[in-house]
């Protein structure tokens, strides 16, 4: 990752742990960096998460986007494949779903902001964006913007 000096602050999502080398990746971040970690009710995740279609998660269909793209590649990936049964492999969701164990284990808990999701629904939204500007100094939204939230 090539880092611009001329930004003050990064931010990195990180949603899933299959990827190659990320132990290594995870080791070279800050570890006093400051993290917002969004968190959410447990069984509103497994809920979620029951009758995804995993078999997506690698994203096959072409990345390039040009007048001439078959746009079907794409509908075809957002288009859910019906199952006729749900398996549900407890040890998968522990690698995408349920990763805060392996993750936080890197990072200097007294630096950690737990965010719950339900702070982010539309009623919520520009009072806490608000909040987090404040407390990790980025520009805070402007409060003729609220009809955004």
Same mark, same amino acid.
């Given at each position: 990752?090539?880092?611009?000096?001329?930004?003050?602050? $990064?931010? @990195?999502?990180?949603?899933?742990?299959? @990827?190659?080398?990320?132990?290594? &990746?995870?080791?070279? +971040?800050?570890?006093?960096?400051?993290?917002?970690?969004?968190? #959410?009710?447990?069984?509103?995740?497994l809920? *979620?998460?029951?009758?995804?279609?995993?078999?997506? =998660?690698?994203?096959?269909?072409?990345?390039?986007?040009? +007048?001439? $793209?078959?746009y079907?590649?794409?509908?075809? /990936?957002?288009? *859910?494949?019906?199952?006729?049964?749900?398996? =549900?492999?407890?040890?998968?969701?522990?690698?995408?779903?349920?990763?805060?164990? /392996?993750? +936080?284990?890197?990072?200097?808990?007294?630096?950690? $902001?737990?965010?719950?999701?339900?702070?982010?629904?539309?009623?919520?939204? /520009?009072?806490? +964006?608000?909040?987090?500007?404040?407390?990790?100094? &980025?520009?805070?939204p *402007?409060? #003729?913007?609220?009809?955004?939230?």
């Open positions: 990752m090539y880092l611009n000096s001329n930004i003050d602050q $990064y931010a @990195i999502n990180i949603s899933e742990l299959n @990827i190659p080398n990320f132990d290594k &990746f995870l080791n070279l +971040l800050d570890p006093n960096a400051q993290i917002i970690c969004g968190v #959410r009710d447990p069984i509103g995740i809920k *979620h998460n029951w009758g995804r279609d995993w078999t997506k =998660v690698s994203r096959n269909y072409p990345r390039d986007f040009n +007048l001439t $793209y078959d079907r590649n794409y509908i075809e /990936f957002l288009t *859910h494949n019906k199952k006729t049964e749900i398996k =549900v492999d407890f040890e998968e969701l522990n690698n995408g779903v349920f990763i805060l164990n /392996f993750l +936080l284990r890197y990072f200097n808990q007294d630096k950690i $902001y737990y965010l719950d999701m339900n702070s982010i629904i539309p009623d919520n939204a /520009f009072k806490t +964006l608000d909040f987090l500007a404040r407390k990790f100094s &980025f520009t805070p *402007h409060y #003729r913007k609220t009809i955004f939230f």
